[in-house]
């Protein structure tokens, strides 16, 4: 079965530096992959997601970076600012499951010292 | 758009009951997915309706059951709780695709059972 894990539980970073946040799953059938931001008391929200076909995509701010080869994927925030304070789940889905059964990894604490 | 919605938020049962958790998706989307997150497994997938129909389950004892129903809300039900149920049951919804769609999260709803 898949499974997916989280390199870091707990990442303190400053102000304005640079976040990376990894994550590694063991599915090479995995082509769907998202990024999950959770704060307290709330559900998942969505950040961005990368398709299989590609290894980099990018939002605001924000960059998945895709390695197929060695099934690796990773966050990067740039500017980190205080609102990113939160849990930050990666999930993965492999076409040969029809619909949305999503797997997600064990989740990174971001803390963003001001 | 309203986002997806979960009722009630908070719960608490106790052991040998069992409980309704109801979602109310984002108006057009047909697929509602159910995870269970815990400290100690993390997010785990519970089932996923799509067209009144169950498309997807997760690894869970049959205790634990849902349906879907023709506007696309979904419930679930927990008979005969355990402890260890107590946990955020999320719900997410999704539109409409054959690939794998982007999900929407609700807040959840805590239970705890004493």
């Known amino acids: 079965g898949e499974s997916v894990g989280l390199h870091l539980p707990t990442l303190s970073v400053q102000e304005g530096d640079n976040s990376i946040i990894n994550c590694a799953y063991s599915?090479?059938?995995?082509?769907?992959f998202i990024w999950y931001k959770q704060e307290s008391g709330k559900g998942p929200q969505f950040i961005i997601d990368?398709?299989?076909?590609?290894d980099k995509r990018q939002g605001q701010r924000v960059t998945v970076l895709l390695n197929k080869t060695v099934k690796h994927l990773s966050l990067q925030i740039a500017a980190t600012q205080p609102g990113d304070s939160a849990v930050y789940f990666c999930?993965?889905?492999?076409?040969?499951?029809?619909?949305?059964?999503?797997?997600f990894g064990g989740g990174t604490r971001l803390m963003v010292k001001p | 758009k309203a986002g997806v919605t979960q009722t009630p938020r908070y719960l608490i049962k106790t052991r040998g009951q069992q409980v309704t958790l109801s979602c109310s998706p984002i108006?057009?989307?047909?697929?509602v997915s159910w995870y269970q997150q815990t400290p100690g497994q993390g997010l785990q997938f519970l089932f996923e309706?799509?067209?009144?129909?169950?498309?997807n389950k997760g690894n869970f004892p049959g205790r634990f059951s849902g349906r879907q129903f023709s506007n696309s809300r979904s419930e679930m039900n927990v008979s005969t709780l355990e402890l260890g149920d107590s946990a955020l049951y999320l719900c997410a919804s999704s539109t409409p695709g054959q690939g794998k769609d982007e999900q929407f999260f609700g807040p959840g709803t805590r239970l705890t059972v004493l």
């Open positions: 599915n090479s059938a995995s082509d769907y």
């Open positions: 990368i398709r299989s076909n590609m």
């Open positions: 999930a993965v889905a492999a076409t040969y499951n029809a619909g949305n059964m999503l797997t």
């Open positions: 309706y799509f067209s009144e129909t169950q498309r």
């Open positions: 108006s057009g989307h047909r697929s």
